[in-house]
């Protein structure tokens, strides 16, 4: 099996051979940054963003003029004007025509599907709802392998919103790609992982825990993967204040961590880990953010052009 | 003659040779859409768009960049910050001086002939008004030709807005410099075709015939060209719905059509072509949009570098 | 001394030297403008404006994409999603991971200086608050330059705001490095030079002085810099109206000036050159204008590749 012409719109389209695959271009890609310039000169990648995200939205750009590739963007503002009338299906029909690659961000779960259906140019799904963010679970997943060269065997903490965060719901998937020793998800009562994630880890037979406390736990983790809890998730903002203050990482929390231990973040990150923690050496998140152009590079490659180029 | 360093702005500006010629630059490049790659590295084009319009931009972009070319952009909503007090002159100097091909959409008509009189690089014209809008004409009438091998001779149906629709307004100029065989205008009574366009059509020989309803025209015409009616041109909200119900092509209206005959629309389309006929082998509209690209490359090129380079 | 990999936050950042080097190297790629163009490939450039500034950002990118390098943007609108929450450190660091170099705009004072501090990307200042834009007194000391040969023993005057406008605060900076024979401040009383700006020319031993009518002087200058007079910086809009009238310059102003006398601007220009300006021998604010992008060009190249290239 191989990427070449594929979509990408979850992690599971991915088999762990395809992830090997992709790291290992990664790592390719990263020996000479410079290396793949020319690679894909002459193609036209979209950026089809129906929600904003500038971080996203400026990783996949960068990626692709890394590559020697064209970039051509609409942004939410005008994505509302298109879409005064037109359906999207027809929108996505008008971007077939004038790409070679088509990555898409909706509000709508499902979305950058449908557009997979429509398009004979490959969708990458860059975030739909609350349902996936694939690349952005590469990226999470290549930190890892990275720091410690596996994921089998690690304990992996997930901490803060489980249940509307798309990142965590795409990188609990991910995970159950491979063989973790146990997954610990930290979060406040209300915002636990839904009951489809639950099922697939069973499904998958990987062992996990449910905390709402971090400190019980967090001297086990080799990994702390922190998400956001955001305000309009709750109807009582004492109660936002409350926990908020509780889902925090401070240099307190991390007396009794492993030597080895990281902290990773999709950011943006905003008071969630406190600013001090950014001197220690279990910061993690920025490498992780820097390690998201290589990443989408690889992948563009692999899509566009298969791995015999490499 | 030669269409090397000039501007754009109406199909007028083109004789039937330059037309000629554009359609076998297109066909070249439609042959091997990689092969134009690098011929306008080094070029710069500037999208001036003084009013929104994303479809059209994109496909500009998209056009230039797989040339090998480099677009610089800038959106209605910035513009209305240029605006600010700096007159329409000093910003087409002002693009002069950073490009080399401007392309200026406006919604005042006339815009793009006065920014091609102050600019030294060439201007090409992307909509003004509800005046021209001569690169879709090119797109328009290279998607006749790819299916008839011509456009003399042929019945031509034009159906919906004609007062308003620049396409329409720019598309007639266009049919009158070949020879068709009858254009069918097919309006409501308040949305016939401006007299400016009755003393072209006259002048130049053209017959014509005006009806309100197309079924009875229908099965005469090789091409139904459909054009939106917008709410926006009725002061009657109930006119607007009656005139909007039966301004609709439909499976039911297909039944007596010539076996060779095509639909076009240059889109977007809201509810004036049934989703339903774009099953049917009449549904030629993606089919013009995908040509946008190449029609856009084979001008910028001819405008850029002359025909001696390909 | 080099500008490899540096920054340019302040036009006090360069040597004389340096200036001389940049204007070189700006004079090598006029002579060739398609000469350079790749140079700078599989570079990215980022254009992070935190404040709207079509004009600046549209000259950077066709600088960079001259040169054969790629461009990543976001505007003013994204950059207040951006900011939803997440610090300018943090982004500055996210842009740093995408890009090889950085131009920042933002309507603080420091703001480029703190993302030089944080990024190891070099960063380049594109105007903060009412404090510096080093690469617009670059264009503007290289058109004197190439008008007169030097800078050195001329009379420049500039007349406007002074007080908030950066243009003429970094400007004035400029001039300080060289050694003009008198600099005349001409504005109203209430927009006169700050404090230490008038310590500056003093620290230098650059002579000046302070004028309220321009006629009283013009007949001296070799060059007559003109600033805009902003409505929002007068409480009492009689004070305003009066102030504007007086601060215009128009074809009855210039009957006694020199031969070799030039008239400048940043641009944009809103009423205070009369139009009929335009067509005299004095208007050189066009070619000011123009001479933004091969500056920049240079710019880029010296700071991203070092002078060896060239």
């Given amino acids: 099996m191989t990427l070449y012409k594929k979509d990408l719109i979850s992690i599971n389209d991915l088999s762990r051979d395809d992830i090997k695959k992709i ?26 963003f129906f929600e904003p995200s500038t971080r996203t939205r ?30 999207f299906v027809d929108t996505i029909r008008m971007l077939d025509a004038y790409s070679d690659i088509i990555v898409v961000r ?7 599907k449908l557009a997979a259906e429509i398009s004979e140019a490959p969708v990458i799904n860059a975030g739909d709802g609350r349902n996936q963010h694939p690349t952005q679970t590469l990226v999470d997943l290549y930190t890892i392998v990275k720091k410690f060269g596996k994921i089998d065997g690690l304990n992996i903490g997930l901490f803060g919103d489980l249940k509307y965060a798309r990142t965590a719901n795409s990188l609990l998937q991910g995970l159950a790609i491979f063989n973790p020793s146990k997954i610990f998800l930290i979060s406040p009562p209300t915002l636990k992982i839904r009951k489809e994630i639950r099922d697939l880890l069973n499904l998958k037979g990987i062992k996990f825990e449910e905390h709402d406390d971090v400190s019980e736990v967090i001297s086990e983790l080799d990994v702390l993967y922190v998400l956001r809890i955001q305000r309009e998730r709750f109807s009582d903002p004492l109660e936002y204040e409350k926990v908020k203050g509780s889902y925090r990482v401070t240099l307190d929390l991390l007396k009794d961590v492993k030597d080895d231990f990281i902290i ?3 950011l943006p990150r905003v ?11 279990y910061a993690y998140y920025f490498k992780q953010a820097k390690y998201g152009i290589p990443i989408r590079m690889a992948l563009l490659t692999l899509i566009l052009l298969g791995e015999e180029v490499l």
């Fill in 58 to 87: 400026l990783s996949f750009e960068s990626a692709m003029l890394r590559l020697g590739g064209s970039v051509i963007s609409f942004s939410s503002v005008e994505a509302i004007s298109i879409a005064k009338g037109e359906s």
């Fill in 271 to 281: 008071d969630e880990i406190d600013y001090k923690v950014d001197g220690t050496k």
């Fill in 106 to 112: 909706h509000k709508y779960e499902g979305a950058a």
């Fill in 264 to 266: 990773m973040h999709p």
């Fill in 23 to 48: 790291f290992e271009v990664t790592d390719l890609l990263r020996e000479n940054i410079r290396k793949g310039r020319n690679l894909l000169k002459g193609f036209v990648l979209t950026n089809a």
